[in-house]
């Protein structure tokens, strides 16, 4: 605890994001030695301390800690009917720099179809397709339930896109599309093995997963087709998911591949190139030189070194897309 010399703190309280006081200090002694808090929820808790000193001013700091609650309903995928998970393979190889022979991309999605309506079948009508960004190793599932890491360890791509509504409600953007009357498709690129070769896809080549990407767009178009619908895809890449839906897209574009697009949402993607100073790459490539750290070593040779990282502009084989679907980007850079 710090105190003013001439000014002593006569009490303080804490709100651990429960909405509850709990006193923890007055009269010039702890209250309590220690202080059980439940969660209900997981998500962000604001933590606000307040500090009460001898002339009867206040002074507050707060803080954020993140919680995962474990959840006896957490397997959403066995428990939910309206759930699907697949697999699909690009039908256009790439062979990256490097490389002996060009290899097929692959990717693993799931569908939450729509609930609205009283929906009981698996049945594509209306998807809306969010896709990971850059994740070397495939550390991020789509789900916990997807994952060899311990919850508390381990953040999913159904975690990500939680949000608070302004009254700090935690809220699933999944479900709020699914009453919507759209079929959530969540997009992972997995690692996986081609001819005795591990490809971590994700931090793999920006054009071979897009050809996987082109591979999906085909397949979803012809499902929505086949099922009656007359409904666009809505496409949404945070990340290098910008990145790799873009090429995806234009590159159907310029090989007149239908895509059946009407929006594509582009969220924080570094299409000019995410440049990290020299200086910096040099520094975190003599700490793991000489200085034996291993998390220097795992995110230089995982991250910096990986070819998502070192993508070369003028290797883009795409030149004055058409843009027939609607964009939007958006950046926090």
């Not at 509850?20 to 209900?40: C, E, G, L, M, Q």
């Not at 975690?159 to 479900?175: C, P, S």
């Not at 896809?201 to 997963?209: F, K, L, M, Q, V």
Request: hydrophobic share 35%; net charge negative; glycine share 8%.
């Amino acid at each position: 605890m710090f105190e003013e010399t001439s000014n002593t703190i006569t009490a303080l309280t804490a709100d651990f994001g429960t909405q509850k006081t709990h006193s923890i200090y007055k009269n010039n002694a702890f209250v309590r030695p220690s202080i059980d808090i439940t969660y209900k929820e997981s998500g962000y808790k604001t933590l606000t301390f307040t500090a009460t000193f001898r002339d009867g001013t206040t002074k507050t700091t707060q803080g954020t800690l993140h919680v995962k609650v474990p959840q006896t309903n957490q397997a959403r995928t066995a428990n939910d009917p309206l759930i699907d998970n697949f697999t699909i393979d690009a039908t256009i190889p790439y062979q990256g720099y490097g490389e002996t022979s060009a290899v097929l991309g692959k990717l693993d999605y799931r569908v939450y179809y729509h609930t609205n309506n009283d929906n009981a079948l698996k049945k594509l009508i209306k998807p809306i397709v969010i896709i990971d960004g850059f994740d070397p190793k495939d550390k991020r599932k789509i789900s916990d339930e997807d994952s060899n890491l311990p919850a508390d360890n381990h953040f999913s791509l159904e975690e990500m896109i939680l949000f608070e509504d302004n009254q700090g409600v935690e809220q699933d953007i999944i479900e709020l599309l699914r009453k919507e009357g759209y079929d959530v498709v969540i997009v992972n690129h997995p690692t996986y093995k081609r001819g005795g070769k591990t490809i971590d896809g994700g931090a793999d080549y920006i054009e071979r997963n897009a050809y996987a990407h082109v591979a999906l767009y085909k397949h979803l178009r012809a499902k929505v087709f086949g099922n009656g619908s007359s409904e666009e895809l809505v496409i949404i890449g945070p990340s290098m998911g910008g990145q790799i839906s873009r090429f995806a897209l234009a590159y159907m574009e310029k090989h007149n591949i239908a895509h059946n697009t009407r929006l594509w949402v582009s969220v924080d993607s570094p299409h000019l190139g995410a440049n990290i100073p020299i200086g910096m790459q040099a520094m975190i490539n003599l700490l793991d030189a000489f200085g034996g750290s291993v998390s220097a070593s795992d995110f230089y040779n995982d991250e910096l070194k990986s070819p998502a990282r070192c993508y070369r502009n003028g290797s883009n084989p795409i030149t004055n897309p058409q843009k027939t679907f609607h964009c939007i980007t958006f950046s926090t850079r």
